[in-house]
């Protein structure tokens, strides 16, 4: 886990994503990320974890403004790029996709893939430097400069993650949005990958969003840890404490399901089953959203929203039933 | 390599414990050949290979265009020169296809129309390519606003018939066209051709590039989901970057084969224009002018209207049907 300090690289304030759907001539809006505010702190990872369709993916482009954001704001380094023009930031922020087959493009050999983002921040002149980063590019993640060549469909998985990771770390960014990086790789491949980004992290000093739905990995990842439910940032807290003293029911739930090892102790452990699905984030309930599922809610929870309040230093939670 | 198996039914294979040595360097070589040598268009030429009509039609394709652009070399006569005793003669050994009534030998001047009309057919069909793609990718990318508005002047563009103002814009341009080409230099390679033939290649730029325009708008709005343009959009790579390196050359597919089926088309289009008296201007030839000339003379002399209408078939039904075939082989999910 990278060094940390006090400085906040990216800076979250009550940041909304509203999808419009339009059905006939009503227009309703899908919430997908509704009032987040979050900060990270530079050196750290900062893991999200939720259920699907909670919107952790949504808040991760948008902070890159691949979705435009629909209110809110986005701060980098101090700096408002709400409404800036990305081109210069797009070199400081990157991405890394959940899925390796289509997050790479299947007319183009590796090396322009890789190479792709040396050509359009125009950062080398000649090409025997343009080909010479391209080949340390690969190495650097695992791969051969023969690979520069080939065309991604003859990679497996594993490998085309790590092209992926290539083409994020040819503008030497400082921020890297980690979409579910590992989430569609075989379990063995996983702990490469992951291993192999936090190596980056502690050689380069990469700030990381690390996205996911496997727990034990953003466990091992991650310094502090954000929970999203249904557009909302229910809990937010330091790894550790996250995860010795949930707070919100909705992370209660979560961790409960996380499977152990050892049969013994798996039996004895209780599992919190929640009844129902998730509601429909295009017609979300009136108060808390996790009200509809809460063992503990009560009027109240019907009637107004929680606000994340911070419980103990630097742990955050929205709900009303803490004391 | 195939193992053997003990008897028919067994299912207990014969194994030898050579079977369970390490491959040997070559052998690892082997299957990384193996592996490296499917690509795209390889696939694509294998299952062109096994489809005999297409082939058949590209040798066709071949030997026309051979026989338009090297066969009148080999003729001793040529397509303008008239010779005096030789009018209105039937087939025969000095000439093969016959002669006109001003005596000027019919194959040489078929290949010279041939030839005219794939230049028209290949021409007219890049011009349709590169306005259809470059529109229809630029509404699809930018959606919206702009993509309403610019599907809607396709859609004005579709629903005017083109008959009419191929017509009406052969009629206005034809003068300012003569004048430039009077007048010096303008269009240097195209100065041989005559001022019907870029007439059509405008008509061409003006109205045909709407439906390859619709297919890329289609094409673009399926793959601008993909991640992989998320992933440039990430890089900081700006529109053009995206149609250019991305999204064209991801329908490439598409772009071919629509531009091969446009071939035919702008063949056929090219031959009724000059059969109404649009097309090219004489003595230049081409297949519709020809065709057009014999039917003076239909009844006497019905083999000054066969060569060119046949020629003119056989040219559209290669291009279709190869357009077909190539269809199936880069696109095989469009295969009905």
């Known amino acids: 886990m990278g060094n940390q300090n006090n400085e906040n690289l990216i800076e979250i304030k009550n940041l909304k994503k509203y999808f419009p759907v339009k059905s006939g001539f009503k227009t309703s809006y899908v919430k997908a990320v509704d009032d987040v505010s979050l900060y990270i702190k530079k050196g750290e990872t900062l893991g999200l974890v939720g259920e699907s369709g909670c919107g952790k993916t949504t808040l991760g482009r948008t902070i890159l403004r691949l979705h435009e954001p629909s209110s809110g704001q986005i701060l980098y380094n101090g700096t408002d790029i709400t409404k800036a023009n990305m081109h210069p930031f797009r070199r400081k922020m990157q991405i890394i996709f959940q899925d390796p087959y289509a997050s790479l493009d299947p007319r183009m050999t590796v090396g322009d893939i890789v190479g792709e983002p040396l050509d359009i921040h125009k950062m080398f002149q000649n090409n025997k430097d343009r080909q010479e980063k391209i080949y340390s590019l690969l190495e650097t993640v695992g791969l051969n400069r023969e690979h520069a060549n080939r065309f991604p469909h003859e990679f497996s998985g594993g490998q085309r993650q790590r092209i992926g990771i290539a083409r994020a770390l040819a503008v030497d960014p400082e921020f890297i949005v980690c979409d579910e990086p590992v989430s569609a790789l075989d379990v063995s491949i996983q702990a490469q990958i992951v291993n192999m980004l936090e190596d980056l992290q502690e050689e380069k000093g990469f700030t990381y969003l690390f996205i996911a739905h496997d727990l034990s990995i953003v466990k091992h990842i991650s310094d502090r840890i954000g929970v999203m439910y249904l557009g909302h940032l229910v809990e937010l807290a330091e790894s550790r404490e996250l995860y010795k003293n949930p707070m919100h029911p909705y992370t209660q739930t979560l961790l409960s399901a996380i499977p152990i090892a050892d049969p013994k102790t798996s039996r004895s452990k209780k599992r919190i089953i929640l009844e129902g699905d998730i509601p429909s984030p295009l017609n979300p309930p009136s108060g808390c959203p996790f009200r509809t599922r809460c063992p503990y809610a009560t009027e109240q929870c019907a009637k107004e929203r929680p606000e994340l309040k911070e419980y103990e230093a630097g742990h955050f939670a929205a709900c009303h039933n803490i004391k | ?336």
Not at chain 2, 121 to 139: F, H, N, T
């Open chain 2, 1 to 336: 390599m195939k193992l053997q198996k003990n008897t028919l039914l067994s299912l207990q294979m014969k194994l030898s414990p050579e079977d369970f040595e390490p491959a040997t360097k070559s052998e690892q070589e082997d299957l990384n050949k193996l592996t490296a040598n499917t690509s795209y268009w390889k696939d694509a030429w294998r299952r062109l290979k096994q489809n005999k009509i297409a082939m058949i039609s590209l040798i066709v394709i071949i030997l026309f265009i051979l026989f338009a652009f090297v066969g009148p070399t080999f003729s001793p006569y040529t397509y303008d020169q008239q010779v005096r005793g030789d009018e209105n003669m039937r087939p025969c050994l000095k000439h093969l296809f016959g002669t006109d009534q001003l005596g000027r030998d019919l194959l040489v001047r078929v290949m010279v129309g041939s030839r005219i009309s794939l230049i028209i057919g290949v021409g007219s069909a890049l011009i349709v390519l590169v306005i259809g793609s470059l529109y229809g990718s630029i509404a699809g990318l930018l959606g919206g606003m702009t993509d309403n508005i610019m599907m809607r002047i396709v859609e004005i563009i579709y629903s005017v018939p083109d008959i009419l103002v191929i017509i009406l814009l052969q009629i206005v341009i034809k003068d300012p066209l003569q004048k430039a080409f009077d007048s010096g230099a303008l269009f240097g390679g195209l100065q041989k051709l005559g001022p019907g033939i870029v007439a059509i290649f405008i008509v061409y730029g003006l109205l045909y590039w709407v439906g390859m325009a619709r297919i890329v708008r289609g094409q673009v709005l399926q793959l601008k989901q993909m991640e992989y343009i998320n992933a440039a959009t990430a890089l900081g790579a700006n529109n053009k970057r995206l149609i250019l390196k991305h999204l064209l050359p991801n329908c490439i597919g598409t772009l071919i084969i629509t531009t091969m089926l446009q071939i035919p088309s702008a063949i056929f289009t090219e031959a009724f224009l000059s059969f109404l008296g649009l097309g090219v201007s004489a003595p230049m030839a081409s297949l519709g002018s020809l065709a057009s000339e014999a039917l003076n003379g239909v009844q006497s002399y019905p083999y000054r209207l066969l060569f060119p209408a046949l020629a003119i078939s056989i040219i559209i039904l290669a291009f279709n049907l190869f357009g077909d075939g190539l269809r199936d082989a880069l696109d095989p999910k469009m295969k009905k």
